[in-house]
C-alpha cells in the first residue's frame, strides 16, 4: 500500500465493510527479512516516531468510515504499525465508531510496556512467525541486535496469555528454510507455547516465489500435519 494510504472498501466475513489502513510513511521495522515484500527496511528500529501526516490521514479515515459505513478496519501496516506513536488514536477513532479492529505486527514487541494496552485495544491481532532456529532467525530476519527466536515466541506467548481478544499466528514456509519435517515439529511445538486462536501459513509469492515459495501442495499438506 501507499504511504499513509487506505484501500478500497470490500466485504470480508459475514459481508462486513472492511477497509485496509497503512498508518506508516515507510517500512519502519525491527526486522529486515530477506524476503520482505517492501525491500530493505528503511529504517530499522523498536522506537515509535511522531509522524505529522497522522493528523491529515486520521481526518481521512473517520470521513471513510463514516461515509461507507465501514465496520472492520485491517491495520495492514507497510512496516511494524507500533513505530506509529499515535496508533493508539487510529484505533480508538475506529473504537469510538464501533468498527472492529485487527492489527498485523510483526510479534516481537507484542509484549513490551507501552505497547501491550495498546495491542489489547483491537479486537485482533496477526503475530508473525518465520523460522524454528535462532541461526535462521538471525540471518533471514535480520533482527535488531540482541533479538533471539526464544523472546520472539515467549513475547508472543505472554502476550496471548493476558489477550481477551483474538490472537492469530501468520507463519511464513520458506523453501528449504522452514518446511522439513524437523520444521514441522518445532511449529508444532511453537504454536503449544503461543496457543493462538488461528494459525494460517502463507509463503513469499511475487518476486521471491521462485527462491522461496512453497508449493500450494505443500503447504495443504503441511497444514494438515501442523492442525493435528
Ligand atoms: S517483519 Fe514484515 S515488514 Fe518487517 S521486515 Fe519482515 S516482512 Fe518486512
Known amino acids: 500500500m501507499d504511504p499513509f494510504s487506505i484501500s478500497d472498501v470490500y466485504l470480508g466475513a459475514n ?19 530477506i524476503f520482505c515484500p517492501l525491500g530493505r527496511t528503511k529504517v530499522k528500529t523498536e ?19 463514516k461515509k461507507e459505513r465501514i465496520e472492520y478496519v485491517f491495520i495492514d501496516p507497510d512496516g511494524e504499525a507500533l513505530a506509529n506513536s499515535e496508533i493508539l488514536d487510529i484505533i480508538r477513532l475506529l473504537k469510538d465508531n464501533n468498527i472492529v479492529v485487527k492489527l498485523l505486527c510483526n510479534g516481537y514487541l507484542v509484549n513490551r510496556e507501552g505497547y ?4 489489547n485495544e483491537c479486537d485482533e491481532i496477526i503475530g508473525e512467525l518465520m523460522v524454528t532456529t535462532e541461526e535462521k532467525f538471525q540471518k533471514i530476519l535480520r533482527p535488531l541486535e540482541g533479538y533471539t527466536l526464544e523472546e520472539h515466541i515467549s513475547n508472543m506467548a505472554s502476550f496471548n496469555k493476558q ?30 507455547i503461543i ?6 501459513l502463507e509463503t513469499p509469492r ?9 508449493s500450494e501442495k505443500k503447504i495443504n499438506e503441511l497444514r494438515k500435519r501442523l492442525s493435528k
Open 116 to 119: 501491550i494496552d495498546v495491542l
Open 206 to 214: 511475487g518476486k521471491f516465489e521462485k527462491a522461496l515459495g512453497v
Open 195 to 200: 496457543k493462538p486462536d488461528e494459525f494460517f
Open 47 to 65: 522506537e515509535r516516531f511522531y509522524f505529522e501526516e497522522t493528523k491529515r490521514f486520521l481526518v481521512e479515515v473517520e470521513k471513510v468510515i
Open 15 to 33: 459481508n462486513m465493510r472492511c477497509i485496509n489502513i497503512n498508518p506508516l510513511p515507510e517500512n519502519y521495522c525491527s526486522f529486515d527479512c
Open 163 to 192: 489477550y481477551s481478544g483474538k490472537f492469530i499466528l501468520d507463519i511464513t514456509l520458506l523453501k528449504d528454510i522452514s518446511d522439513s519435517d524437523i520444521d514441522i515439529e518445532k511449529l508444532k511445538e511453537y504454536i503449544d
